[in-house]
């Protein structure tokens, strides 16, 4: 009950203090109003032992500790405005979060940049409930910090609000500010671990792409697939493996490519959505690891034929976003 109270309270001033209706645009500057300043656990302890060394000098009437409790309070104070300098000035801006699948962990990068000329030292920056990440930052120089979140589901996840704070020098004051930067991560969808045969159609031309540009050129390896022609299978690149090594075929500007279509409305229409998204995630995984051309057809889309990095991109990226 008090913990629920707690973190409830917590989200209530966490919200009021960012001062600004999430997501905030970049770059963010943590002014002095946005810097909050508290006594940490061992400066609470720090002050206690302070007042009670001040009543023992009080009673006992010793001069050199009414020197000591008044030089250990200077020091106390002169942390709370180095504590708080190491902080405020800080602008904040982000990076390209690289896509995922849903279950696996997000990293949203924080680029944090110091304009001062002195150094900002132990910064601790956290996502709610998540591991904390700490870095130094260089004199008017910038540290990228990578915040991780773990991601449940597909589509577009928007990094949570963060906290960034620190208690450097002397661990006696704490300072924080919050930040919620405009930045999301697109999440694919998991892929399936059983799924069905990668499906082939009639309309493949015989199973290859037609090409028109001869097999003069090489272009590179993939994996040998049992209809390549022997004469293209790269064999001194597998004598010089070893046995154990998988079989490549050499491929050339224009050799033809198997391809094939992955079809929403190949598998069993009672199928729910989200299977069937995750069976196609897997057979486009494994089409581009095969070295094949695909297509893939959705309900109301279609994105052609092709291969590569950037097709498979796009193709996990329209199965991420589908229906949203």
């Known amino acids: ?6 973190r409830k309270l917590n989200e ?6 960012l001062r600004t209706r999430p997501p905030e645009p970049v770059p963010v500057l943590l002014s002095q109003r946005r810097v909050y300043i508290l006594p940490s656990r061992a400066g609470l302890l720090y002050a206690v032992s302070l007042i009670v060394m001040l009543i023992g000098a009080i009673n006992y009437n010793l001069s050199l500790g009414y020197a000591l409790v008044f030089l250990l309070t200077g020091l106390g104070v002169t942390a709370i405005l180095h504590t708080f300098r190491n902080l405020v000035g800080l602008a904040i801006t982000v990076g390209a979060a690289a896509p995922v699948f849903a279950g696996d962990i997000a990293r949203f990068p924080l680029i944090l940049h110091n304009p001062d000329a002195r150094p900002r030292r132990l910064l601790r920056v956290a996502l709610p409930d998540q591991a904390v990440m700490s870095s130094d930052i260089p004199a008017r120089g910038s540290t990228r910090v990578l915040l991780p979140q ?5 589509g577009w996840l928007a990094m949570p609000r963060a906290t960034i704070e620190t208690v450097w020098p002397l661990g006696l004051i704490r300072t924080w500010s919050y930040t919620a930067p405009a930045l999301s991560c697109l999440i694919y969808p998991k892929p399936a671990s ?7 159609f009639g309309d493949l031309k015989g199973g290859r792409l037609s090409s028109d540009t001869g097999d003069e050129d090489f272009a590179g390896l993939r994996r040998h697939q049992p ?22 075929t050499k491929q050339f500007a224009g050799t033809a490519t198997q391809a094939l279509w992955l079809d929403w409305d190949a598998l069993p229409p009672r199928m729910d959505a989200e299977t069937r998204l995750s069976i196609l995630a897997r057979w486009v995984l494994d089409a581009e690891a095969d070295g094949l051309a695909w297509g893939l057809r959705l309900p109301g889309s279609e ?13 996990l990226k329209a199965l991420a976003l589908y229906g949203q």
């Open 194 to 200: 059983a799924v069905p045969p990668v499906p082939t």
């Open 227 to 248: 209809s390549d022609p022997p004469h293209h299978v790269a064999w001194k690149t597998a004598a010089r493996q070893g046995p154990d090594a998988p079989l490549q």
């Open 1 to 6: 009950m008090l913990q629920a109270l707690r």
């Open 303 to 315: 994105i052609a034929q092709a291969h590569g990095p950037d097709h498979l991109h796009t193709s």
């Open 12 to 17: 209530r001033f966490a919200t009021w203090a």
């Open 150 to 154: 773990r991601a449940p589901r597909r």
